[in-house]
T-cell receptor, first 115, second 109 residues
Framework: DTAVSQTPKYLVTQMGNDKSIKCEQN?????MYWYKQDSKKFLKIMFS???????INETVPNRFSPKSPDKAHLNLHINSLELGDSAVYFC??????????????FGNGTRLTVT | SQKIEQNSEALNIQEGKTATLTCNYT??????LQWYRQDPGRGPVFLLL?????KEKRKERLKVTFDTTLKQSLFHITASQPADSATYLC????????FGKGTMLLVSP
């Protein structure tokens, strides 16, 4: 059973479109995250949710909107896609969050290509 | 500004040798440090955690050291195997977990 699963694995779309990436974790964790890994391989945090509440929102354009219907799901909706949004997006979860030392469990990523 | 530096060049070693990867940081005072392994097309996988008051941590063939004076962590894989080939990421625990760019390790038979 996959602990953190995200769909789709690949997403190719045109500039200006709106798209969503879904994430689900079956670990019973309280905190979920979205990370972006760009072409230079930097893994940067975008958002963190604890028990459905937003606790971290790094400097991400407001075209990106996370939605957490329950603590097992954290979806990422992106409006008006731009070329620079092309990257691999990783969902992750941890038992706790906000600076403690809980390891992160990552999904296998969604490769977004904007043409 | 805050920086986490890992060797950008790949580390090539022969099977059976010890691989040593370096993670240096500046302008951070992390409470802990974590190491992850990332294979191509996959998400990072957690390996080890070391806290600021710990000098060394071991798990099977893995060993991590943490020197808060030098602002450096070393990650060792002893008796390396081709299956250890991957990218290894260090991550500093502060208000959030901040990742380095990773170092690719290639272990040849």
């Amino acid at each position: 059973d996959t602990a953190v699963s995200q769909t789709p694995k690949y997403l190719v779309t045109q500039m200006g479109n709106d798209k969503s990436i879904k994430c689900e974790q079956n670990l019973g964790h309280d905190t979920m995250y979205w990370y972006k890994q760009d072409s230079k391989k930097f893994l940067k945090i975008m958002f963190s949710y604890n028990n459905k509440e937003l606790i971290i929102n790094e400097t991400v354009p407001n075209r990106f909107s996370p939605k957490s219907p329950d603590k097992a799901h954290l979806n990422l909706h992106i409006n008006s896609l731009e070329l620079g949004d092309s990257a691999v997006y990783f969902c992750a979860s941890s038992q706790e969050g906000g600076g403690d030392n809980s390891p992160l469990h990552f999904g296998n990523g969604t490769r977004l290509t904007v043409t | 500004s805050q920086k986490i530096e890992q060797n950008s060049e790949a580390l090539n070693i022969q099977e059976g040798k010890t691989a040593t990867l370096t993670c240096n940081y500046t302008n951070y005072s992390p409470a802990y440090l974590q190491w992850y392994r990332q294979d191509p097309g996959r998400g990072p996988v957690f390996l080890l955690l070391i806290r600021e008051n710990e000098k060394e941590k071991r798990k099977e063939r893995l060993k991590v050291t943490f020197d808060t004076t030098l602002k450096q962590s070393l990650f060792h894989i002893t008796a390396s195997q081709p299956a250890d080939s991957a990218t290894y990421l260090c991550a500093l625990g502060y208000s959030t977990l901040t990742f380095g760019k990773g170092t690719m390790l290639l272990v040849s038979p």
